[in-house]
């Protein structure tokens, strides 16, 4: 817990009002003045904390953009910037798709760069805007979730939020820019060059040390959206998460988890969140074992072009994982043998732990970490010690069949990131 605290701002976490901004009672918003659930709603979870007592956010949601910014300056001070649309439009050339950096579930995403005119104290830098398609599902929301969680969290292995603007239903963030864009298109893009083992386990490692901070904080703050797209990295391959919009506090107090209505991306959310809408640690955990299986296949957590018994990474990928021979089979061919053999055995077994079906078997992140930085010692590579199959494609046709596989595609009243649907769990 130590290694994965050990660049983290000392500004202290006043976690109340991510409470107050749960994105959980949330319906589709045509527009901002819509996003106001009823007070009853929030008045029980605001704790009367000074310094960020007007940031609530029931107050931010019935407020006019001028109100939402006077609040957040009030909080955030210096810590970030509050922009004008009309700075972030002159950064972006206008949000062109020529600095298109990529495009989610919340809108677009674009590269600027912040000059030393821009603001006093604001280093010159590349910056990623994003840009709030308010027509999307939970945007407001996730956007408020995003800057309460992301201006009072600090961590070398979060990306950084450099400020945001709310102007009438205009709603943007500005983060550090992060070279070499998301884990997924890494891993996933035909164009990529394949990442070597030891870059992947790096990047394991820097992503569990910022679930770690996370977990760790004294009020453990929940993740729920872990997964490659979300992975971003650095020059030099160092992990950072971004995309708070659906975090959620801990439980507090006796509890052992918090209720809410189903959200996150298929594939990678827990069985037991997705039937019950129980949250805990726990669940991000899953996730972090469904990342760990995409690193080790170099498949995703879901792939519909894939015929169904393989289209669902965790179950495809079970039967294979407790046997060296047959995990050879499915580690991803574009490595080409250059992978530890004990390393990819030790990473297996720790994702079928991550993705086990009971909560309780489920390690805690600073286990996982001690485990996969143990594994960057390792140098019995597959390639020279014969354990590599030849090719690519022989390893395709050394595939086990895998009978009696579950499929839960048709689960009903989830809200997935990418096909919305209204859900009865309480929020
Ligand atoms: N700070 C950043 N620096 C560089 N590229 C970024 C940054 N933030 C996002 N991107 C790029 O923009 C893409 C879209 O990001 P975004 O978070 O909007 O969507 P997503 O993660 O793909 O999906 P979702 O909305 O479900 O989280 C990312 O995959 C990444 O390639
Ligand atoms: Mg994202």
Redesign the pocket.
Known sequence: MKDSNSNSNSKPWRPFTANCCSTDQTISFGNFSRCRPSKSDFSKNIAPLPSFRRLSFSDLSRSSSARINEDLAQSFGSDLYDFQLSELRAITQNFSSNFL?????????H?GYVDDNMRQDLKPQ???V?LLDIEGLQGHREWLAEVIFLGQLRHQNL?KLIGYCCENEERLLV????????L??HLFKRISICLPWGTRLKIAIGAAKGLAFLHGAEKPVIYR?F?T??I?LDSDFNA?L??F?LAKMGPEGSNTHVTTRVMG?YGYAAPEYVSTGHLTTKSDIYSFGVVLLELLTGRRAMDKTRPKSEQHLVDWAKPYLTSSRRLRCIVDPRLAGQYSVKGAKEMALLALQCVSFNPKDRPRMPAIIETLEALQQLRDMAVSCGQWPGSPKSSRNGLLSVKGRRENGGASGIIW??SPVASNTKG
């Open positions: 950096l990529g495009e989610g579930g919340f809108g677009t995403v590269k590349a910056v990623a994003k990306v983060y550090e820019f992060m070279p070499r864009g998301s997924e298109n959206d997964k797209s979300n971003l950072k971004s995309d919009g991306t990131k990418h």
